[in-house]
């Protein structure tokens, strides 16, 4: 006999391990939200990962991204309004072991947790003359701390640990652009494939909509979750953490967000 699920269509979404896509992933985690006629299938990799697949692969339906990454792509996924991470106010840290400035750092040794990411290039648009040390994202404060560079563009969960781990800032980049720009910085999108077809797309963003409203719906329990991938932060740091990078921008990117995005691939031509 054929199983009821024989019939869905798998849809593949690629996210990082982490505690705030895992929030987001919450509704499809509980069965609460899906993705009408298909079966979500979940892609764990980190998002440098995702951006090499996604540029030379293309072949997720629905994967995270960073922003600098979807510029090689924007041919063959469109962007879901929901679902992208801004920092307003806040953002990648660049960070040193003595106190420093951007300007000190021309020719000097900075990690990047990766090319593609959109750490990388809010970088290379404030500061082109350093020379970029591509190291995995969570060994980056150590190997600043190690001396191997001579400073490092952190994000994720580093980004509230690094003062206890010694490091000093040297810029925040989502405070340089609500400062110079008024404008949030973006960070990560979701996307979807265009051959997905309009009525496909349209699915896919409805169903990620849900889940997304169902952890808020269900705050505690989301937070409970999501902490699963949250590398060692306790609670009240978790659900900092999370909401920085899940909230009303997340639900909807609006207006500001999308002037975000165009400043950002305006500063990077």
């Not at 030379?56 to 962007?79: K, W």
């Not at 190997?143 to 206890?164: K, N, P």
């Not at 699915?203 to 889940?211: I, L, Q």
Request: glycine share 10%; hydrophobic share 40%.
């Amino acid at each position: 006999m054929t199983s009821p699920s024989a019939s869905l269509r798998t849809i593949r979404f690629g996210h990082s391990p982490d505690a705030d896509d895992a929030y987001m992933f919450y509704g499809f985690h509980t069965g609460e939200a899906s993705i009408a006629g298909c079966a979500v299938e979940h892609v764990l990799k980190d998002i440098q990962s995702l951006n090499v697949r996604a540029i030379e692969q293309g072949d997720l339906e629905i994967t995270a991204v960073s922003a600098h990454a979807y510029a090689f792509i924007a041919d063959r996924y469109a962007v879901l309004q929901c679902g992208a991470s801004f920092g307003d106010g806040y953002g990648p840290v660049v960070v040193a072991k003595r106190p420093a400035t951007l300007e000190s750092l021309r020719g000097k040794r900075v990690a990047i947790p990766g090319r593609l990411t959109t750490a990388a290039l809010l970088l290379r648009t404030e500061c082109p003359e350093a020379q970029t040390v591509e190291v995995m994202f969570d060994d980056i404060p150590r190997a600043v701390l190690a001396g191997e560079v001579d400073a490092g563009v952190i994000i994720h969960e580093s980004q509230l640990t690094y003062r206890a781990e010694g490091l000093e800032k040297v810029v925040d980049f989502g405070e340089l652009w609500k400062e110079r720009d008024g404008l949030p910085v973006p960070l990560g999108l979701d996307v979807v494939r265009r051959d997905l077809g309009p009525e496909l797309m349209k699915a896919c963003s409805v169903g990620f909509r849900a889940s997304i409203d169902a952890a808020f719906a269900h705050e505690e329990e989301a937070i409970r979750y999501a902490l699963q991938f949250g590398r060692g932060l306790d609670v009240p740091s978790g659900k900092k953490f999370v909401h920085m990078y899940v909230n009303d921008t997340t639900l909807d990117m609006g207006e500001r967000g999308r002037a975000g995005l165009a400043k950002l691939y305006e500063r990077a031509v």
